[in-house]
C-alpha cells in the first residue's frame, strides 16, 4: 500500500460536516429557513410565521420557541436537541409555501429521527411533500396526519400539532399539546 494514505476517522467526519454545511448553505441559498443544531434528533417545523418572524427574527426565538424548548427538555431531549424549519419562504415580509421538493430536501437533509409539525400550513407542504410515504400507512387519520397521531414516515416518527402558537394563549389547549408532545419523546425512551 506504498503512497496511499489512509483516510482517518477524524478526517471522515470533517469532510462529513463540511459536506453537510455546504449542503445547508445551498438550501438556504435557494429560501429555505432553518435555525438550530443541523445534527439534532427532532426538528420542528413551522409555517404559520408570526409578525416578528416575517419582519426578520429568527424561527421560533419567542414564546413559542422558548415553550417548545422546555417541553422537549421535559421528555428527554438535550438543550441542544432543536432544530427549527420553516415550511415556507418569506420574501419582503410575506410567506408562500415552500416547493415541496425543496422542502423534502431540506428535511431530508437534516435527517431527523422525529419532525414536530407545528401547524396547518406546515402540515400541508409535509403531506405534499411525503404524499408518496403517507400513502402506505394503513390507517386513515395517520396517514393525513391527524394532529397528536405519530406517522412513521420513511423510518422517521412524524407529529402534527394544529396551532402551537395559538395554543400557548389557551391553557386547556396547551395542556392538549403538552398531551400530544410527551408522545414524540427521544428514540429509545419509554414515552
Known amino acids: 500500500m506504498e503512497g496511499h494514505m489512509a483516510i482517518s476517522a477524524v478526517e471522515r467526519k470533517e469532510a462529513f460536516v463540511r459536506a453537510t454545511e455546504e449542503e445547508l448553505r445551498s438550501l438556504e441559498g435557494r429560501g429555505v429557513c432553518m435555525v438550530g443544531n443541523a445534527f439534532a434528533p427532532i426538528v420542528m417545523v413551522k409555517g404559520d410565521l408570526n409578525a416578528a ?102 423510518g422517521r416518527r412524524l407529529m402534527v400539532l394544529d396551532g402551537f402558537e395559538a395554543a400557548l394563549s389557551d391553557p386547556q389547549e396547551k395542556r392538549r399539546m403538552w398531551s400530544y408532545i410527551k408522545r414524540i419523546g427521544p428514540a429509545g425512551e419509554p414515552y
Open 53 to 154: 418572524e416575517l419582519a426578520g427574527s429568527e424561527l421560533l426565538s419567542g414564546p413559542d420557541g422558548r415553550a417548545l424548548r422546555s417541553a422537549l427538555d421535559a421528555i428527554g431531549y438535550a438543550p441542544e436537541d432543536f432544530c427549527a424549519l420553516a415550511a415556507v419562504s418569506v420574501r419582503e415580509g410575506l410567506a408562500s409555501p415552500l416547493d415541496p421538493d425543496l422542502f423534502r430536501e431540506a428535511l431530508e437533509a437534516l435527517d431527523p429521527e422525529a419532525v414536530l409539525v407545528l401547524d396547518e400550513t406546515a402540515a400541508d407542504v409535509v403531506r405534499e411533500a411525503y404524499a408518496d410515504a403517507l400513502v402506505v400507512i394503513e390507517d386513515f387519520e395517520t396517514a393525513m396526519l391527524a394532529p397528536g397521531l405519530v406517522a412513521p414516515v420513511l
